[in-house]
Nanobody, 124 residues
Framework: QVQLVESGGGLVQPGGSLRLSCAAS????????MGWYRQAPGNERELVAT??????????DSVKGRFTISRNNPKNTVYLLSLQMNSLKPEDTAVYYC???????????????WGKGTLVTVSS
C-alpha cells in the first residue's frame, strides 16, 4: 500500500501565498516523477508542475514564475513534495492533487498514485 496525503490548502486573498505539502509513504522502493495537478469546478484535471527524481522541473505556463515545486530525499521512508504558490490569482482556485510514480519493488515498473486532494480558494 502506498499513501499520498496532501496538506496546506485553504482560503487566501489574491496576491497571497500558500505552501502545499504531500507526504508519500508505505510500500515504496523508489519514486520516479512526482507532481501537482489541479481541478477547478467544471474543468478537467490539469498539470500544475512536475519534478523528476533528478530534480528536473516542468510547469504549466499559467503558473510559471509564481509557483515552485520541490521534493526532499526520503526520511524514514517518507517522501515529501512541496508546492510554494505565490502571487495567487482567483483562477488558481481548485482542488490540488499530489501524484507520484511509485515503484513498489525493484521488479516492478512505476505506477501512478494519487492523493485525495486539498482545496485552495483564492478570493477576497
Amino acid at each position: 500500500q502506498v499513501q499520498l496525503v496532501e496538506s496546506g490548502g485553504g482560503l487566501v486573498q489574491p496576491g497571497g501565498s500558500l505552501r502545499l505539502s504531500c507526504a508519500a509513504s508505505g510500500s515504496i522502493f523508489s519514486i520516479n516523477a512526482m507532481g501537482w495537478y489541479r481541478q477547478a469546478p467544471g474543468n478537467e484535471r490539469e498539470l500544475v508542475a512536475t519534478i523528476t527524481s533528478g530534480g528536473s522541473t516542468n510547469y504549466a505556463d499559467s503558473v510559471k514564475g509564481r509557483f515552485t515545486i520541490s521534493r526532499n530525499n526520503p526520511k524514514n521512508t517518507v517522501y515529501l513534495l512541496s508546492l510554494q504558490m505565490n502571487s495567487l490569482k482567483p483562477e488558481d482556485t481548485a482542488v490540488y492533487y499530489c501524484n507520484a510514480e511509485v515503484r513498489t519493488s525493484r521488479y516492478t515498473d512505476g505506477m501512478d498514485y494519487w492523493g485525495k486532494g486539498t482545496l485552495v480558494t483564492v478570493s477576497s
